[in-house]
């Protein structure tokens, strides 16, 4: 079946994303016809999106959900309002730079249901998104050393071909340290590591084939991520056991996009032949074209990029998983033009964003035009330099019905609680943000929202409208608002509700911007 039969059969059973995806049609087909060399010799990753009808996709049950109590989280947290008031040492933090700001009181909410995030919209997303369907059947890996030298590549990715082929089931992978280079996950076939399995991946570039992908948004032709899956239907990677990408930094190395890629980009060549391989970073787990997706309890270790990457995929599920800061742009999960997500009970230390929502950039984001939408993230916990949550930059094909339920940060605490970021020249929306219940530290502002991003202006102003903030408990924040719209396209519909703040060391910012405030305490004074 050709890119556009994929594509296709997916519209016809996902109505809500039918519109953009058939935009995107007509540059995807062009794409699939584009010239077939070496980037294609290994296997194709060009982005498709599996057959969504194969048997026995399962619903997920509210009542499952971690995230009750999300709207209770200042009372319910160990954190009380009377606590984190005490806490404050600084004056109040609520002047502003003058834009459209104005207070109202309302009344407390009522405690959510059990098993309920406490917004109908997000437990309609949680239920809806489909986990894969695996039989039950295990297949062994014959032939593995184990021994941390020796290449294990073959064994383990023969189990999954013979798996993938007599239709599906479980590789397991058992003790052991297992050096291997990239390995391609089936449709239909779960991979699960023992709690002393450690997949540690090859510093050698040879073993990681070229395919297309993408790189911040932009596409382009690269070595393969540490584990891939291209147009692949039911896949999963489970257990307790660990991914190690520490050793690929040795080649895995560049991040001078400008440079590199956007001058391919604005010279109008094809994405097959922007080949970037050994000038740009690749991720270390990336689903492309997919539906049906689980990575579910391992732990992610010494990835120079992007940790956790689908993109453009459907029945997206992130659960349990850790991940660690091994430097600059290693965020934890990026989903990017992805319908139906969840991320749930994980926990991210990162050099960057925790989570941050992408669909594309810039020219590449306006031609596909897939959004990222309807994404739930609950129950986690996080550090690390930026957002804690984040939309954008990479946001030129829209980012909506985001909500964040009942997390906080730890540790080090991270830099802003949600960020919104675009510019003039990248564009697209953000629209509809709901975050409900989130505690700890913050860094800088708990909530920064630019359209001035790297300073870049063009002519797609982007825009911003509904973003919703309450049951804030933060002990000690730079700022609680930095908010940074356009003249000519303001942010709209801003609130920030029944929230405390402690410990903020500065006023807020707000320009260009429509904010409603209720409810709200910063260092002891209701403004």
Known sequence: MGLRGHASRVLDRRPPLASHLRRGLGCLRDLARADRGDARRHYDLRPRLADPSRPGPRRRRCGADPCAGGAAIVSGSGWSRRRILAAGTLGAAGAVIPGCVRSVSTPPPLPPPPGSTGSAAADAIVASTALPSIPAASYPIHGLRGDGRSDDTRAIQDAIDTCHGRGGGRVVVPAGEFLVGALRLRSRVGVHLDSAATLK????PERYPLVQTRYEGLECVNHSPMIQASGETDVAITGSGRLDASATAAWNRGRNRAGVLEPLVARGVPPAHRIVAGRLRTAMVETVGCARVLIRGVTLAGSPFWQIHPTLCADVTVEGVTTTDSGPNSDGCDPESCERVVIRSCTFSCGDDNVALKSGRDEDGRRLGVPCRNVVIVGCQGEGRFGFITCGSEQSGGIENVFACSNRSFGRGVGHALWVKSNSRRGGYTRNVNMDGFRGRVLDAVAAVTMHYDGQSGAFPPAFDGIHLRNLAVESAGAVLDLDGLEDSRIRNFTL???????????????????????????????
């Open 201 to 204: 991946f090859s510093d050698d």
């Open 497 to 527: 509700s029944r929230s405390a703040f402690a410990a903020v060391g500065a006023a807020d910012r707000v320009r260009n911007a429509d904010v409603v405030r209720s409810d709200v305490t910063v260092n002891g004074v209701a403004l």
